[in-house]
Every structure is written in C-alpha cells, then in structure tokens.
C-alpha cells in the first residue's frame, strides 16, 4: 500500500535587492512577485523609482519551473493547491529570514505589495505576523479566503490600503472585481481604496511612482 510521509530539513533560497538602504532612504517596499516571474526580473519593474529614496526587496517563490515548447525560461511559483498548509508554512518562514536579514524595522515608510498570485503572500504573511506597514498594495490579485477582518485588527488607523487592478485585466472579471472589493472592505474597513487603470495584467509603473513621491 502506498503510503506519503514527510521530513523537515533545512533550505536555501535567495532573494533580490535593488538601490542601497542610506540615510536618505525614505521607503523601503516589500515586494512580492506573480507567478511566472523570478524576483530578480520582477524587481526591474521599480527601477525607474528615485534610487535613493527607495530601497526594494524582492523575495523569491521557491517553487521554480520550466516554462515554453523549448525550456528556455524558467519561472516560479509561491504556492499551489497541493500540500498548501504546510508549503505556507515554509513560505512564511522563508519570508521571516528575509525580514530579519534585511532588518526591515526603521523609522522609514515601509509599503507592502503583493502583484497577482503574491497577493496571497503578502496577505498572509501580514496576517500571521501582524507586522506592521504603512502601505499595502495588492495589485491584480485574490485575497485568500480563509483571512478574515481579525486577522488585520492589529494594523495602524493610518495604515493604507489599496486594491490595485487594470480595467482590462484578463484575469478579473466583473464577477471576481465585486467579491474582491467587498472582501477588501470585509477585511479592511475604511482603510480601503480601490484603483482602477487603463490597462491589462500588469504592472502599474504609474502608480508606483505616485505612491513613491506622496508617501
């Protein structure tokens, strides 16, 4: 009879940075990328920021892949539905390293974002952690089901909120944009806002830079 175990052990992973943390910095994001992507791609879409004042950390999902007919590129993925609850677990404690070997408390603007698929990470890593931010961004991505307002009671009466997609987003529908912004609401109350950009499944620079200048 065929029989699935498990066993704990230790792994490495990386992650990327871009610009150096100084004196001057003002906000320090992170940022977490959709699926498909390595961190080290991921973290251009920030490059056009002011480099010193911004300082980006970009962790990357553990789960790397081959995607295309020829091989050629290879992705990554936070999570899938197999083995979920115990493959969050490694994730969020993956995520713990990179917090503490950047030492990401400071007197800075500390924004959060979570693009497509890292949504879900970034959710739940606040939620589980109750690390607090000035900022959170969750850009064309679900919200997990299973958070719920509780999870985020702990965050400041400041603490920003935004709900981030293009109005040509083949991924969202006019379904999932109303479940999305009343589960927003749900959980975030009056902390909210929803933006909505002409454009696709992508990254909104625009957007990136007006946070960065009025943060």
Request: hydrophobic share 35%; aromatic share 14%; net charge negative.
């Amino acid at each position: 009879m065929a029989a699935e175990k498990q066993v704990s052990f230790t792994v490495t992973n990386t992650y990327s940075t871009l610009n150096t943390f100084t004196s001057k910095t003002r906000n320090v994001w992170l940022v977490f990328h959709g699926m498909g992507y390595l961190s080290r791609y991921f973290i251009d879409h920030f490059s056009h920021l002011d480099p010193e004042e911004n300082y980006i950390v970009a962790p990357q999902a553990p789960s790397k892949y081959y995607y295309g007919k020829d091989f050629k590129y290879v992705g990554a993925s936070w999570l899938t539905r197999e083995n979920t609850l115990d493959e969050t677990k490694n994730v969020l404690t993956y995520i713990d390293s990179v917090f503490k070997a950047e030492d990401l408390n400071g007197s800075f603007n500390f924004i959060v974002l979570g693009y497509s698929q890292g949504v879900s990470i970034a959710t739940r890593w606040l939620a589980s952690r109750k690390v607090q931010c000035d900022h959170l961004v969750l850009h064309s991505g679900g919200i997990p089901v299973e958070l719920i307002p509780e999870d985020f009671s702990y965050l400041k009466e400041d603490t920003k909120v935004t709900y981030l997609y293009g109005n040509r987003d083949e991924y969202i529908t006019e379904a999932r944009k109303t479940e999305e912004q009343l589960k927003g609401t749900s959980l975030f109350g009056r902390r909210l806002a929803v933006e909505v950009f002409d454009g696709i499944h992508e990254v909104h620079k625009l957007f990136l830079t007006k946070l960065a200048e009025n943060s």
